[in-house]
């Protein structure tokens, strides 16, 4: 019912905006909610939207008489919660909505008459100002004001401040090198020293003023055109990047070595980063563990010798306040490119290293003078060969000024209101050219939303067009059911893998061709759920294909559901067969025969299955194990070689269920969220690296016992530029320590037949210890496996230690994983932390998620670019929103051809266009 409820989300917005005085409309909320009721009741078209208008008028009818503005605040964001599903019906609301289907069922719904108003208090805050930073004045020498007026204006707690950091340095704190000024904090927001930073150009900082503050996005009515012009100008965004004024063919050349190509990648090329020219560091104030944006001069060039014959570029920039050591791991050719008297704009994390402040790997920029004029935030682009940031921002600076004015808006006006969210070409304007950090927040969801909501709406697409196509119904009694899962499983299922068997079989009874998800844990006992539906589809006389990533996965499926199916209490027992990159031609030409005339009934491999030659009989269900290592091509590929089978996906990956419904839209979602009994959980310790030694004691204790272990590292190799341990140096190392046993490496640089012949090795304990990188995280079954050390354990998210941890206690053994871990930041230790006291992987990726973002759950795509940009802006809260949207877009309007979402439809196409992935 959205004019009703639209009406009424621009009355509260006006009612806040004024203050909550009971203003927004003429005689107050009130009297306005009589008239609004019946409306709202006349476009009703469920019990619980009648329900809500119930809820809404009492609370309007109420507003009048509450007089303090807190509650009254209250009430407005609630009712906002309500309307947008934020927050959850209350008990009051859904017995109300109980009550209105019985009386929608025996009569017309009567004159709505005021429930009593929900007595729920818990609504959402309002959206929060960022607190008001305090700018102190410096003393200006070149001021026409007095030294001593000056002086009094400073805040009197200023000369405190100023001692109390000395004192902490002369106890000790780090110093900066060369420091010549009194130690203290960071300066943020403190500008009373700026005038002590001294530059080539002899520039001096002026009075800087307030940046703005924005707490919701304005918007402005939109420019009248034509259906056509602007469908036009929506197609001018394909247009080549030539068509720019100021891009001949050299510098068109440079753009596309960034990947820029059109009008559309050039306004969605977004800054590496923001220099905010109001809050640069003073070298004499800075702290240990913090992110600065420092601007000086530097003084010193040195290549320095590091491990290995590593050469480092090292250098020594000054301020004006101290100087700093700043050191690039194996960037000697940086001697070329900063020379001294260079002026730098460095930004970074600072570490202390022998008791002195220093740079490690900053990004680094040569100073723009004009930028210091600039007196604000100024975005820092992606640059290549030939391409300065100056000449790129003018040139972004010109592209954004046209086009953010041109482009039309494509996502309705009616969701940009429910979701308060920016308009389009405001965005662009603040994504690139943000006149506060609120403007760039604000950019910045609506730009993540515009991502989220345009790839759900294309998958669901997808999902309407594959759905399209019936399927063959598949069924099942409930006697035959239980008696194939008794003979299958000497064991009882549980709830969960009930649940969702119970999920499936609902699915493929029916002429829509099922879509699902099922997400579980390691150990969780999917691939019983999957066995089960195959073995359905058998007895209807339906082939089955399960499609695994390696071959030695597929080799593991082959025996167990082999053996299971030859337990079904039937005549005929099922024959299966294995396909592989490594089957011999002569087997697999008769597996080609046998799935073409339908004697071969389940078959399970790897990418083979999809390959051109391979034709089924009758295909009816097919099964696609570890989902994240195959794209929506694959997918395709596989449900082609049958009429329309039934699908089924799995991921041991857990990711949260609002974000598993976001990138699998299309798919509906079952989780089997609890472990089959006498699972023994792994025992998880954080070490530090000076407990190494006893570390390999515990395993070598391990390894005498019989059992095996896993040593994993972050790299395959030394790499020159990043600080840490590789699989390959540490398997020299390693062969040593552990001379008296069989030591093996694996890592993905080895060809796949290569890879599998050693974890076939390894299963078969023809290797006591396997030296190993990620390539382990998603693996084979090792039930004699019961120890698993990660060194670097910090550069991986919480998602793949945890998928580390699975390769152990797989096998009924008490079992072992510790972290080791090569940081000492706080934020490292804490998410380290959080594994070491929870064996629930879908806590661990809730938490991964709030922690470093959704880039370790959500992944690259085929071609190996991120899935969306700027994934660290992606909250929960805001993929909620887009997917709530979608959702709501798609269920008034499937095919988008309403005139509302014509731009919609047509920016949906573009998308599928540029991303293959998506078609």
Known sequence: MPSALETLVKILKLEREKGFQNTAVDGGLSAFSVRWAEQAHTQARKPEHHALVDELTALLQRYEA??????????????????????????????????????????????????????????????????????????????????????????????KHDQGQSRQNQKGSPQRQGSEGEGGGDTRGDFSNLDAMEFRSGASHPDLPEMPRLARPPRAPRREMSAEEASDLLRGLNSSVDVVRGVGPSKE???????????????????????????????????????????????????????????????????????????????????QAIRPGAQLVLHGDTTEFRGRIQLTNPDWDLLDVDDLKTIGIVPVYPLTEGLNGKSLRKLMKRTIEY??????????????????????GWSYRNLHFPESWDHLHHARRRFVFDELLLMQLAILDNRRIWQSEPAQPLHISDEDLQAITAAMFPYALTGAQQKSIADIRADIAREVPMNRLLQGDVGSGKTAVAITAAAIAFLNGKQSAIMVPTSILAEQHF????????????????????????????????????????????????????????????????????????????????????????????????????????????????VISEMPPGRVPVKTRMVDQTALERVHDFVKARLNEGQQAFIVYPLVEASESIEAESAVEAFEQLKQ???????????????????????????????????????????????????????????????????????????????????????????????????????????????????????????????????????????????????????????????????????????????????????
């Open 403 to 424: 086009w953010s004015e041109q482009v039309p808006d494509y996502v309705p006006e009616t969701t940009l209101d429910r979701a308060e969210l920016g308009d389009l």
């Open 559 to 670: 025996h167990s559901i082999g053996r299971a199916l030859a337990a079904i209490p039937t005549e005929q027992k099922p024959n299966v067969a294995l396909l592989t990159g490594s089957t011999p031609q002569a087997q697999r030409d008769a597996i080609y025969e046998g799935l073409a005339n339908g004697s071969i009934h389940i078959i399970i491999g790897t990418h083979a299955l999809i390959q051109q030659g391979i034709n089924f009989a009758n295909l009816g269900f097919a099964v696609i194990d570890e989902q994240h290592r195959f794209g929506v091509e694959q997918r395709g590929l596989l449900r082609g070689k049958g009429s329309n089978p039934h699908l089924l996906v799995m991921t041991a990956t857990p990711i949260p269920r609002t974000l598993a419904l976001t990138l699998y839209a299309d798919l509906d979602l079952s």
């Open 66 to 159: 509450d007089q303090l503005r807190d509650n009254r605040s209250s009430s407005i964001e609630y009712m906002m919660g309500r309307i947008t599903g934020r927050v959850p019906a209350p008990p009051e609301a859904i017995e109300a909505a109980a009550a209105w289907a019985q009386r929608v069922q025996s009569a017309p719904p009567p004159n709505p008459t005021p429930n009593q108003p929900s007595q729920q208090n818990d609504a959402p805050a309002p959206p929060r100002e960022r607190p008001e930073q305090k700018r102190h004045e410096g003393k200006k020498h070149d001021s026409n004001q007095p030294r001593d007026e000056q002086r009094q204006q400073r805040p009197q707690n200023s000369q």
């Open 737 to 919: 320590v552990y001379f008296r046993y069989r030591v093996g490496l694996l890592h993905g640089r080895m060809k796949p037949a290569e890879k599998d012949t050693i974890m076939t090795a390894f299963r078969e304990h023809e290797y006591d210890l396997l030296v190993t990188t990620s390539v382990a995280e998603v693996g084979v079954d090792i039930p004699n496996a019961s120890v698993i050390v990660i060194n670097g354990a910090n550069r991986f998210g919480l998602a793949s230690l945890h998928q580390f941890r699975g390769r152990v206690g797989r096998g009924g053994l008490e079992s072992f994983c510790f972290l080791v871990s090569d940081s000492d930041q706080a934020l490292a230790q804490n998410r380290l932390r959080a594994l070491e006291q929870t064996n629930d992987g879908f806590k661990l990726a809730e938490i991964d998620w709030k922690l470093r973002g959704p880039g370790d759950l959500v992944g690259t795509r085929q071609s190996g670019q991120p899935v969306f940009q700027m994934m660290e802006a992606m909250t929960p809260e805001l993929v909620e929103l887009a997917q709530r949207e979608a959702r709501t877009i798609y269920e008034e309007d499937i095919t988008l051809s309403q005139p509302q979402h014509r731009l919609l439809a047509q920016r949906v196409k573009m998308l599928r266009d540029e991303r293959s992935d998506l078609s």
């Open 253 to 335: 050349e440079m753009l596309q070595r960034l990947g820029i190509h059109t009008i559309n990648d050039l306004l969605t090329f977004l800054p590496r980063r923001y220099d905010d020219y109001t809050q640069i560091s003073l070298i004499s104030r800075l702290e240990a563990n913090k992110t600065v944006t420092v601007i000086g001069t530097v003084k010193h060039t040195e290549v320095r010798i590091g491990q290995r014959g590593r050469k480092d570029f090292f250098m020594v920039v000054d301020d004006g306040s101290a100087t700093i050591g700043v050191t690039f791991f194996s960037q000697h050719y940086l001697m």
